[in-house]
């Protein structure tokens, strides 16, 4: 079995291709897949928006095999991306990202079907990462940064046999995963973003399920791990008299969660999910000191940051059959030192020392100055979306589908988080058959007023899209066969100036795509 597929763009002059191949026999199976992506600088409505290009290719390769008592499988994948950095200084010094990623990964499991145990799993995974940050000052390409990460990890799970009680029956699992990651962000001019650090982490883990009845199913779910990180930070991150020096810093996080979901006669459900989690600061959070090209950032780590905790409580309605189909959740997440990137309001030409009102005022490139902070906060929001088919009509259906997003998010002493997405609404009419599919819809994104510390009001947005496809089908013998699909979908037809909040781009008033047309097509192989 395989597949081919591939697509045309006209807002980028884009050019995607991709296959996926699959064989076996004798239990065992052989895997294959690829893509290449060639985009040229895309267009806006205010021109073309320089230094967009993407040159991007990959693949991977795997074997397997089957058996009655289960499989053992490994893969090799590959990619690699040369795209540009849009922003004030793209037509200067044209700053690249020039990276390329491999992967090794092998997965496994027993299905052992006695002594109380249901199967054993294990998971394993090496990568090998790697950027240059590639700029132009004038007399040629020159690295700039380099950034390189070697990781490890493995997850091994025992999942248990089904037993019934008075309660109900139940189902989990645990086991436990360990990581080891070296990382660094190396800079050939000015401050390195990140010196050699390295993070240990082994945690344990446990899930388990318990239905009630064919209605109610309870879950619950615990985590606990110790990570330990070793770098070279600042014990004044702001301060360029102090030295780095050597740090270490350990953290033990706990997590939990319980929930359970009600299906109700109508085949829609209910769920109700609370959580407790916190999480260890990376060491990107803790070390960082130095420039971040693809963010247009100079980045300041924190040493002092504790464990980030969140207490969550979800509620979730949704049905995903019938005439209405639909799926509604609303939360609310109290944060106890969360982490983010503050901007300062200062700027740096590379090195922290030279951060302050000064900098921009030579020929060296200027980077918006980012610190590592932590504060209590709130998150409050909703995800609604849904679809309803009106009636029958020709050989298929048509109806109208909505969709609506907002989350709100502050601190509790005052003040917003930096970098929230707008609240969205949107909504299209579709018809739908065995073979065809169309769409028109138009999505609205308002005003982002609620700006953190530094930042500037994002303007709302409205995307209209549309989209005509066709689906065929060839049975052979057994019923199932090739199939085909063709199509062509046009998205931001009006051509509206898009900024996305949740970038640092969004300063420099970098517009995503403008009007794009989008011919598409796959071959599946059975």
């Excluded at 109380?116 to 700039?144: K, L, Q």
């Excluded at 009102?357 to 100055?369: F, H, I, K, M, V």
Aim: proline share 3%; with cysteine; charged share 25%.
């Amino acid at each position: 079995m395989g597949q081919i597929k591939g697509d045309l763009t006209s807002v980028d002059e884009g050019r995607n291709e991709a296959f996926q191949a699959m064989a076996g026999a004798r239990g065992f199976v052989v895997y294959g897949d690829g893509f290449r992506r060639r985009t040229e600088d895309y267009d806006t409505p205010r021109g073309t928006e320089f230094n967009t290009f993407v040159d991007a290719e990959g693949g991977a390769v795997g074997t397997s095999y089957v058996g009655d008592k289960g499989f053992v499988g490994v893969s090799l994948s590959r990619y690699q991306s040369f795209y540009g950095i849009p922003g004030e200084e793209a037509v200067e010094l044209m700053p690249r990202i020039d990276l390329e990623q491999n992967r090794l990964q092998s997965k496994g499991e027993w299905r052992v079907g006695g002594m109380g145990i249901e199967a054993i799993r294990y998971w394993f995974g090496t990568s090998e990462y790697a950027h240059d940050e590639v700029v132009d000052e004038g007399e040629g390409d020159e690295i700039g940064s380099r950034f390189t990460v070697e990781a490890y990890e493995t997850r091994v799970e025992l999942q248990h046999l089904p037993f019934v009680t008075s309660l109900g029956r139940f189902r989990g699992a645990f086991g436990t995963q360990i990581i080891d990651r070296n990382a660094r962000g190396q800079s050939f001019e000015g401050d390195s973003l990140l010196e050699p650090a390295r993070t240990e982490s082994i945690a344990a883990f446990w899930f388990e399920e318990l239905d009630v009845d064919r209605y109610l199913t309870l879950q619950a779910a615990a985590r606990i791990e110790y990570s330990d990180l070793d770098g070279f930070g600042r014990l004044e991150p702001l301060n360029p008299d102090i030295p780095l020096v050597a740090l270490n810093r350990d953290y033990t996080p706990f997590s939990a969660s319980v929930g359970g979901l009600y299906r109700l006669h109508d085949d829609s459900v209910v769920s109700l999910n609370t959580q407790y989690v916190e999480r260890a600061p990376a060491d990107a959070e803790l070390f960082s000191t130095g420039i971040h090209e693809a963010t247009g950032t100079f980045e300041i780590g924190n040493p002092d940051l504790v464990k980030e905790k969140a207490a969550t409580i979800e509620l979730g309605y949704r049905k995903s059959s019938g005439r209405f189909r639909y799926d509604a959740t609303a939360y609310f997440s109290y944060f106890d030192g969360f982490i983010f990137r503050q901007l300062t309001g200062l700027e740096c030409e590379g090195t922290l020392a030279s951060c302050g009102t000064d900098a921009g005022d030579g020929e060296e490139e200027t980077l918006d100055q980012v610190l590592f902070e932590q504060r209590n906060s709130t998150f409050a929001g909703t995800e609604l979306a849904g679809q309803y088919d009106i009636r029958p009509i020709w050989r298929g259906v048509w109806g109208i589908d909505g969709q609506f997003d907002y989350v709100r998010a502050r601190f509790t002493d005052g003040g917003n988080v930096p970098r929230i997405p707008p609240a969205r609404l949107g909504g299209g009419v579709y018809y739908r058959d065995d073979n065809w599919f169309a769409r028109t819809g138009v999505l609205q994104a308002f005003d982002q007023n609620f700006f953190g510390e530094n930042e500037i009001a994002t303007p709302g947005y409205t995307l209209v899209s549309a989209e005509l496809s066709y689906r065929v089908d060839w049975e052979d013998l057994d019923g199932v066969g090739p199939s085909m699909t063709i199509g062509i979908k046009g998205q931001n037809l009006a051509n509206d100036e898009v900024l996305n909040s949740a970038s640092f781009k969004r300063r420099e008033n970098v517009l995503l795509p403008g009007a794009n047309v989008r011919l598409f097509g796959s071959i599946k192989l059975n």
